[in-house]
C-alpha cells in the first residue's frame, strides 16, 4: 500500500499554480493511488514537474508518474522531499528511480542511481543495465558496463540479457563489439608502449654499465691507463656488466667487423654512438671508445628517417636515465625485451 511521502499536506488549494507554498496536486501511480505532494516543492526539485504543473488547470490536480512500481514512485517523492534515500530502496527501485531521475531531470537523484547501480553491476544484469545507461543518458555507468561486458565477454554471452539483446538491439550489440575491439587495441598499445619503456630503461642501463666499464674498469675490461680490477667475481653494480665486457672485448678483435659483416659488432657500435648522442664530457676527457670520433663527425646520418628514428630514441634514453637518476621505481615489464632486441628494433646502422 503507497502512502504518502511525508505527513500528507491538510488542505488544499484551489488553484495549484497560484504561488501558494501550500497548494496540493496529486501523483498518480500505475497502481492507481494518489499521493499528495506540494506543488512548489515539487516544482523546485524538477523543470519538468514545474512546466507540468505550470500547464495544469485549476480543476486539474493530477500529474500521472507510470510505467514503474507504485513503491518506486514514493521513494522518487520521499527523495524530493528530504534529499534522501536508504540503501534498501535504492537496491529494490535504483533502476526505476534512474529512469524517473532521468525523465524529471533530478540530477543528485541521477547520480546517486548512477553510484548504486555501478556498485551493484553483475555478469547477470550488465547487459539490463547498459541499455538502461543508454536510455537514460547515463555516460559513467555505460563506461562501467561497457568495461565489464568488454572483460567478461565469455560470460556474458551466456546471460539471458545477452540472447534478448541479440534479438531486439542489433545496434547495441555491434556497438559494444566495436567497444570490445578497440579496448584490445588500448590494451595492445598499452603493452607496446610499455615494452618500449623497458627497452629505454634497459639502454639507459647499459650507457651507465659503458661508462662504468670505460673509467673504473670493471672484472676484464678497463681504461688503459688503469690496471685491471683484481677481483674476479661477476660485477654486481649491472647486470649487463658482464655481457658487455665481452662484447667490447669482441670488438676490439673481430676481424669480420671492418666489413660490417658482425651484427654482435654492429650491436656494440650502436651502443657506442649512443653513448656519443648522450656523452656530456669534453672530448678531452671522455673515456668511452669512439666517443670523440661520432662527435666529431657530427653525427652524420645520411638518412633523414634514420636521423629522426635515432634522435627520438636519444631523447628516450635521457629521459629514461633522468627518470633512473631521480630513483623513480621502474614500471614493471610484462616482456622486457632483451638489449639486442631493443637495438635491432630501433636503429641499424652499419658497421
Ligand atoms: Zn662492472
Ligand atoms: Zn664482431
Ligand atoms: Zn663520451
Redesign the pocket.
Known amino acids: 500500500m503507497c502512502r504518502s511521502p511525508v505527513s500528507p499536506p491538510h488542505h488544499d488549494s484551489d488553484h495549484v499554480n497560484d504561488g501558494s507554498v501550500q497548494a496540493i496536486v496529486y501523483i498518480l501511480t500505475s497502481g492507481r493511488r494518489r499521493i499528495p505532494a506540494h506543488a512548489k516543492i515539487l516544482a523546485a526539485a524538477s523543470p519538468v514537474l514545474e512546466s507540468v504543473i505550470d500547464r495544469l488547470r485549476s480543476s486539474e490536480k493530477t500529474i500521472p508518474i507510470l510505467g514503474v512500481p507504485c513503491e518506486a514512485v514514493e521513494v522518487f517523492l520521499r527523495f524530493i522531499y528530504s534529499n534522501r534515500c536508504s540503501e534498501e530502496e535504492m537496491e529494490k527501485f535504483g533502476i526505476h528511480l534512474l529512469a524517473l531521475s532521468h525523465v524529471y531531470l533530478i540530477p543528485q537523484l541521477k547520480r546517486r542511481c548512477t553510484k548504486a547501480l555501478i556498485g551493484r553491476l553483475a555478469i547477470e544484469n550488465v547487459v539490463d543495465a547498459l541499455q538502461l545507461a543508454r536510455l537514460c543518458d547515463a555516460p559513467d555507468l555505460y563506461l562501467k558496463c561497457m568495461k565489464l561486458i568488454s572483460t567478461s565477454f565469455k560470460a556474458v554471452e551466456e546471460t539471458e540479457g545477452w540472447g534478448f539483446l541479440q534479438d531486439n538491439d542489433p545496434y547495441l550489440e555491434l556497438e559494444i563489439l566495436k567497444f570490445i575491439d578497440d579496448a584490445e587495441l588500448r590494451r595492445k598499445r598499452t603493452r607496446k608502449h610499455l615494452q618500449e619503456q623497458s627497452l629505454y630503461f634497459q639502454l639507459s642501463e647499459a650507457m651507465d654499465c659503458l661508462h662504468h666499464i670505460c673509467t673504473e674498469g670493471c672484472t676484464s675490461v678497463g681504461p688503459f691507463d688503469k690496471e685491471p680490477s683484481k677481483i674476479r667475481t661477476p660485477c654486481s653494480k649491472y647486470s649487463t656488466c658482464e655481457g658487455l665486457q665481452h662484447s667490447i672485448k669482441h670488438f676490439a678483435i673481430c676481424k669480420k667487423r671492418v666489413n660490417g659483416g658482425c651484427v654482435r659488432c654492429k650491436r656494440m657500435w650502436q651502443l657506442f654512438k649512443l653513448?656519443?648522442s648522450i656523452?656530456e664530457?669534453p672530448d678531452t676527457t671522455?673515456r668511452?671508445p669512439l666517443?670523440k670520433q661520432f662527435k666529431m663527425k657530427g653525427q652524420q646520418v645520411k638518412n633523414k628517417k634514420e636521423e629522426a628514428r635515432w634522435g627520438l630514441l636519444v631523447g628516450k634514453v635521457v629521459a629514461a636515465k633522468a627518470i633512473s637518476s631521480l630513483s623513480l621505481p621502474k614500471r614493471e615489464h610484462e616482456q622486457p625485451m632483451s638489449l639486442r632486441d631493443a637495438m635491432n628494433n630501433h636503429v641499424s646502422v652499419a658497421c
Open positions: 653513448h656519443s656523452c664530457s671522455c668511452v666517443c
